[in-house]
């Protein structure tokens, strides 16, 4: 198969391969001259055209994978038949994934957890707990509280849950986390790392009028008297951003 090219926003699965490949080096993993056997390696949400698991499966690693959408894992599999790529992938949900306790080495979600409710989403995270064998490593993240504005994401129907459209897909489920929520959630792990991440949202900052700005003066939190605001409308572009929270995550 050829060398495989996630798509941009996959950056951060790049980091979680990297970060497993340099512990198995420290930890031994050629021994005598020769390579041991990667592991198994879950993606909770594996569907779409480019499956970063196919990323992991050409480090050697033994990719499973699980999504709630059979369109998506329609595009996943077409990819690996064009690939001549054996990856195993089934539809599940990662509230309740489909597997015995402690059946992988490493897990991982993607942009795909951030479309729970804040209670489904701590289901997710449990269960990635319960497959996930001793030592092994986990990578998730969340959407940021520290987003804005927020009504870009829709109306907000419980604390931090907005509904909105995207992509033609009818309304979909945002949920945002405080920096102390997100603590929590994964408060059963260690944290080997955290990092939060910031895109600016430029396309839809140029597309915002200078009457649209003044409206969300409000959603800004009375950081500025309204005039500054006003006199912002210029700099907008830094002002539109949207935060994410990766974690890297050892289970005891």
């Known amino acids: 198969m050829k060398n495989v090219v996630l ?31 990667r592991g198994k390696v879950l993606d909770c949400g594996a569907g779409g055209p480019v499956p970063p698991l196919a990323l992991f499966h050409q480090h050697g690693f033994e990719g499973w994978g699980i999504d709630a959408s059979e369109a998506q894992l ?8 064009e690939q001549g790529i054996e990856l195993h992938l089934r539809k599940g949900d990662m509230r ?26 701590a289901l997710a995270v449990s269960e990635m707990y319960r497959v996930l064998k ?12 520290d987003s804005w504005p927020k009504s870009l994401f829709g109306e907000e129907r419980e604390p931090g849950e907005y509904w909105g459209e995207e992509g033609g897909q009818g309304l979909t489920l945002h949920a945002m986390f405080t920096d102390r929520e997100a603590d929590e959630l ?3 792990w260690e944290v080997v790392s955290k990092e939060k991440q910031v895109t600016y949202l430029r396309e839809a900052a140029g597309e915002t009028t200078l009457e649209a700005w003044i409206e969300l003066y ?13 006199a912002g ?3 907008r572009r830094n002002a539109f951003q949207y935060a994410h929270l990766y974690h890297i995550l050892r289970k005891p």
């Not at 409000?218 to 006003?230: K, L, M, N």
């Open 7 to 37: 798509r941009p926003n996959a950056i951060p699965v790049y980091g979680f391969l990297s970060v497993i490949t340099a512990r198995q080096s420290q930890g031994g993993a050629l021994r005598q001259g020769k390579a041991l056997p």
């Open 74 to 81: 329609g595009r996943a599999k077409q990819f690996c038949e």
């Open 96 to 121: 309740r994934i489909p597997f015995e306790d402690e059946t992988f080495d490493y897990v991982y979600e993607h942009y795909s957890m951030c479309h729970l409710s804040k209670q489904d989403t």
């Open 134 to 145: 001793g030592d092994g490593l986990a990578f998730l993240g969340v959407i940021s509280y």
């Open 186 to 188: 994964v408060s059963a």
């Open 218 to 230: 409000e959603e800004a939190g009375g950081r500025c008297s309204r005039e500054e605001w006003r």
């Open 233 to 235: 409308y210029e700099s």
